[in-house]
Each structure stands twice: as structure tokens, then as C-alpha cells.
């Protein structure tokens, strides 16, 4: 095999099978399970890789702090280190892939190599969300790219189609289903009709949620998720403040069954939309229409519905965690960095590219959608009109009622509003529970037609 060195465009030429093509130098810091999957996919799949792109992807150093676990992967001897300076610092290497996770060693991994003008590739969703902004800050003053595709959605290349492929439009919304443990819990409940905690135990044991699932089951995970795509859409990086954020824990199988019947079926939701001159920006559960495209999203798959004033409505679905489906979309990046390298055409796609933005981020209270109201309301007469008394002085239209049948002394009732503010709601909400008609705190789900 001959080599060329070019430093002037820093990477270096290689004759493989023939074909000369650029040889592009990878290093890795963390070799956990997404780690591992990487130097798999690219030790697998890099003569597949080559020829489609011209450029030869070669492992060139994997620093972790355990490096003697075997992984799976067959890789030279001296390619694993517990030193990460002998990735961050070598002059051998064309790109770095931050796979650590966290927000602290991670953050200083990143900004260090990018203010050595090294290219990065990471899958840090939290640490994007949190510290963005000097993130991009720190690689544009440096002319070094950075990717991460990999933190939204796994393997499906939502941050290449908002940043790329759909560049010709306004986004109205962008609604999507971006965490796999809440969405095979509410699958699990649904089709094992099975209440919350018993499909939790489950998840755990099949390795879809950790033992202490807080991130996942409480919103936070797909929260650091929606604010990347928040941002992406309306050209303001947002951070965590703006977004408000509900978990799983109350939907109960009643909710479940109840939303099934009237046609829906409940799912956790990252909710974008432009409203007026404001953006909202929400994670919550949501009754979403049963026979829609994200309503039939099961299991640990996760979907991201778009709407653009050019293209319309579109839908992006796939394997959004898990080893493989995770590295398929850190290698893309990587790929991506090396054509850059092969062009000279570093910055051609900025991490992040302020905009006009479409307004500043809603507060809660500004929140417009439809509702799902389930109450236990006893069984006496003019119960619902006293309750529907309450809603109307809030402006809150009911669009249906659902009351079941039951001879104890109390009664499951749903309600379906109309759209309504969320802070003439949750106002109608505190008068509801002081009622004498009401025997426990009410439930309360937004629900998403779509559309």
C-alpha cells in the first residue's frame, strides 16, 4: 500500500486495490457500546465505504479508560489507548469521534479538539442542549466542522434532512416520537395491557431502559432531543428553558384504553410549532389520532413528522437507539467530515447557522392545543353541568363527553375540548379539584391531531 502525504489539505493519499483515494484517519474517545459499535461498522463495512465514496476509513486510535474488555471488534494492538491525548493530540489524526457521553469530560474533549482545528463527530445530545452555543462558537473561530446526527433520532438522518434537504422551507411543525423506552412502554401497556410499572420492570430487564430511567420515563431525554430540532427549524438555539417537559409516570392503563376507544392512542411527544410570532416547544404525553402515520409508531422506534410550506407533511422513521442503528449515523458523519477534507470545503455545512427567527419561545401558559380531561365525578345528578359550568367560564369548549356506566358511588368521565389556552386550563383545572363532585385530582393529556 503507498501513501501520500499532503499536508497542505492534511490527509493523506492511498493506493487500495488499484484505486488511489483518500485515506481518512479516525479517533475515537469511548469504546462503550455505541463506541464499539463504530470501529464495527467501519472495520466491516470500510470497503463498502470506499468505494462509494472514495475515501478509505481507517481506525486509527480508540481511547478509553478500559481497553481490555473484549468488544467484538478485531483491531490492531496499537490502536487502543487509555490516554485520550494520544487522540485529541496527534497529528495523525483527521477526525474525532466524542462518544463518551456526559457533559463535563465530554464538553472539554470537544472544545479541545476543536480549538485545534480538528474536525468532531459526537452523538451528545445533553451536552448539545445544555452548551450548544459555545460549542458552535468554539468551531466556527476555529474553521472546524462539527456533526451530530446522531443525537436525534439514531438512525434516522432527521439533522441531515432539517439542515439540508429541507433548506427551501418554513417549518410549521415538527412533531415526533424520540425516545424508544417510553414508546415500547406505552406499546407494552397498550397490546399486555399491563399497567406503567409492570412494563417498566419489563424494559429494564430487556435492556431498553436503565435502572434508574428518570431521563427517559420524566422527558428529559427527548427534551435535549427537541431542542436541537427547535433550533434547527427556526434559527435560535434555544436551550433547556423554553421547553416544557411532562414524563410518563401518570398515564395509567385506564388512559391507555380510554384514548383507544375514542381513537387514539397515547404516545410521548416532542412538539415544535410556530405559533404567530412565537415557537412552541413541549414534551409531554399526547393523544395521537390511532390510524396516523405516528400513531402506528410501536415498539423502540421512533419517527419525527415534519411539515414544511414547500414540501408539505413528510414523516422520517427508524431504529432511533440501540449500538448499531446509533453508530450507522456517527460513521455518516464521519464520511461526511472526510469529504469535506478531500474537497478543502471545511464550514461548508456549519454546525448550527443562525437565522431569522420565527419569534421568541412560547411560555407554557401560551400553550393553544386540544385536551383530554378523565375525572372521577360521582354519581349524582347535575355533575357534568356543574363541571362543564367550570370549563365554559374559562373559554374551554367540550367537543365530546364519555361517561362510563358504574354503580359505585363514583364514575369515570373523559372530556374532549376544543382548543384552548393552556393557562385558562390549568386555571379551570385548580377549580375543578376543589369541587365536592369530584372524588380524585383529574388527568390531563394534550392531545395532537396532526395537521
Known amino acids: 500500500m503507498l501513501r501520500i502525504y499532503n499536508h497542505n489539505l492534511n490527509y493523506c493519499e492511498t493506493k487500495y486495490k488499484g484505486n488511489w483515494m483518500q485515506k481518512l484517519r479516525i479517533g475515537i474517545i469511548g469504546f462503550g457500546t455505541v463506541g464499539a459499535g463504530v470501529a464495527d461498522g467501519l472495520v466491516r463495512n470500510g470497503e463498502l465505504i470506499s468505494r462509494r465514496t472514495g475515501i ?9 479508560l478500559d481497553i481490555t474488555t473484549d468488544r ?9 489507548t487509555t490516554d485520550m491525548s494520544d487522540v485529541l493530540d496527534s497529528s495523525d489524526i483527521d477526525v474525532v469521534v466524542e462518544l463518551i457521553g456526559g457533559v463535563t469530560t465530554a464538553k472539554d474533549v470537544i472544545l479541545r479538539a476543536l480549538s485545534c ?25 476555529s474553521n472546524a466542522d462539527i456533526y451530530y446526527e446522531a443525537s436525534v433520532g439514531g438512525g434516522i438522518p432527521i439533522i441531515k434532512v432539517m439542515r439540508e434537504g429541507l433548506v427551501a422551507n418554513n417549518f410549521s411543525e415538527v412533531v415526533g416520537i424520540l425516545n424508544g423506552t417510553c414508546n415500547f412502554i406505552f406499546t407494552q401497556m397498550e397490546e399486555a395491557n399491563a399497567e406503567f410499572e409492570e412494563v417498566l420492570a419489563q424494559a429494564q430487564d430487556a435492556g431498553y431502559a436503565e435502572a434508574e430511567p428518570s431521563l427517559d420515563v420524566d422527558g428529559y431525554d427527548t427534551a435535549h432531543k427537541a431542542t436541537i430540532l427547535a433550533s434547527l427549524a427556526y434559527g435560535e438555539w434555544f436551550g433547556m428553558d423554553p421547553v416544557t417537559i411532562d414524563g410518563i409516570r401518570d398515564v395509567t392503563l385506564q388512559d391507555i384504553k380510554y384514548a383507544g376507544q375514542l381513537g387514539y392512542r397515547i404516545k410521548l411527544l416532542a412538539v415544535i ?16 389520532p390511532a390510524e396516523s402515520l405516528l ?5 423502540v422506534y421512533n419517527a419525527v413528522w415534519v411539515s414544511g410550506d414547500v414540501i408539505g407533511d413528510t414523516m422520517y422513521y427508524g431504529q432511533g437507539a440501540g449500538r448499531d442503528a446509533t453508530a450507522s449515523a456517527v460513521i ?24 431569522s427567527s420565527s419569534g421568541q419561545a412560547a411560555g407554557e401558559n401560551q400553550i393553544q392545543t386540544r385536551y383530554y380531561l378523565r375525572l372521577q365525578a360521582r354519581n349524582k345528578p347535575g355533575v357534568l353541568a356543574e363541571i362543564a359550568g367550570v370549563l365554559g367560564r374559562y373559554n374551554i369548549s367540550i367537543a365530546s363527553v364519555t361517561q362510563q356506566e358504574s354503580r359505585g358511588e363514583t364514575t369515570p368521565v373523559v372530556i374532549l375540548s376544543y382548543e384552548a389556552r393552556e393557562a385558562d386550563v390549568q386555571q379551570a383545572l385548580q377549580e375543578i379539584r376543589t369541587l365536592d363532585v369530584v372524588s380524585e385530582n383529574p388527568m390531563l393529556i394534550r392531545i395532537e391531531d396532526l395537521g
Do not use: C, S, W, Y
Request: glycine share 10%; proline share 7%; net charge positive.
Open 273 to 288: 410549532k410556530q405559533a404567530k410570532n412565537n415557537v412552541q416547544l413541549r414534551v409531554h404525553p399526547a393523544l395521537v
Open 56 to 64: 478509505l476509513p481507517e481506525v486509527a486510535k480508540i481511547a478509553d
Open 117 to 141: 482545528g480538528k474536525p468532531v463527530v459526537t452523538a451528545n445530545k445533553a451536552l448539545l442542549a445544555k452548551h450548544g452555543e459555545e460549542i458552535f462558537a468554539a468551531a466556527e473561530k
Open 72 to 80: 467484538g471488534v478485531d483491531l490492531p494492538d496499537d490502536v487502543l
Open 295 to 299: 400513531g402506528n409508531v410501536k415498539g
Open 332 to 355: 455518516a458523519d464521519i464520511m461526511d467530515v472526510g469529504l469535506n477534507l478531500k474537497t478543502g470545503a471545511r464550514g461548508r455545512i456549519p454546525g448550527f447557522q443562525p437565522h
